[in-house]
T-cell receptor, first 112, second 110 residues
Framework: EAQVTQNPRYLITVTGKKLTVTCSQN?????MSWYRQDPGLGLRQIYY???????DKGDVPEGYKVSRKEKRNFPLILESPSPNQTSLYFC???????????FGPGTRLLVL | GQNIDQPTEMTATEGAIVQINCTYQ??????LFWYQQHAGEAPTFLSY??LDGLEEKGRFSSFLSRSKGYSYLLLKELQMKDSASYLC???????????WGAGTKLIIKP
């Protein structure tokens, strides 16, 4: 089944404790992206990747890191999480950056 | 600047028709998407418009007017499962990234 997977789905952590949210797609998509979604706000892009080893900042990259060493994986790293990073995070992928994006199930993060 | 406006919330009756509007101001334009998002779930793709006019897909239709910076999503024969948020997204700006509206929460009443 063609899909985007994310892990973990739910995470509670404390300020400053490094964490990684994994994202993987099995559709051979070149483009991958991370978003955060907060109440009353639209999806905001954190980082995106046009292809392997090519990543760039979105609208809200501060406090986040990404890497794209393989086509299928695009992990999101929070080196020192803070409470303002409490949010619902979505990974998405598409054949190219112009094509329709398909979303993973989301990761709900709470930083205490 | 870049801006997308959608109503925050709408209410409709099961079996009826509802139109959700989206207006946008972007420095470039390369398509408009509509997504459906049930509470706590991932957005799922509904429709894509890049040329003016109406695109019909079953009970859902989407319309675009590029000159007016305007789109609407039309949902017919509403069902309870259509209760969800509907997100409008425009591909625009200098780097053609997706710009998202805050979404319209649609409540369906029996």
């Amino acid at each position: 089944e063609a899909q985007v997977t994310q892990n973990p789905r739910y995470l509670i952590t404390v300020t400053g404790k490094k964490l990684t949210v994994t994202c993987s797609q099995n559709m051979n998509h070149e483009y991958m992206s991370w978003y955060r979604q907060d109440p009353g706000l639209g999806l905001r892009q954190i980082y995106y990747s046009m292809n392997v080893e090519v990543t760039d900042k979105g609208d809200v990259p501060e406090g986040y890191k990404v890497s794209r060493k393989e086509k299928r994986n695009f992990p999101l790293i929070l080196e020192s999480p803070s409470p303002n990073q409490t949010s619902l995070y979505f990974c998405a992928s598409s054949l190219s950056f112009l094509e329709t994006q398909y979303f993973g199930p989301g990761t709900r993060l709470l930083v205490l | 600047g870049q801006n997308i406006d959608q109503p925050t919330e709408m209410t409709a009756t099961e079996g009826a028709i509802v139109q959700i509007n989206c207006t946008y101001q972007t420095s470039g334009f390369n398509g408009l998407f509509w997504y459906q998002q049930h509470a706590g779930e991932a957005p799922t793709f509904l429709s894509y418009n890049v040329l003016d006019g109406l695109e019909e897909k079953g009970r859902f239709s989407s319309f675009l007017s590029r000159s007016k910076g305007y789109s609407y999503l039309l949902l017919k024969e509403l069902q309870m499962k259509d209760s969800a948020s509907y997100l409008c997204a425009v591909r625009g700006g200098s780097n053609y990234q997706l710009i998202w509206g805050a979404g319209t929460k649609l409540i369906i009443k029996p």
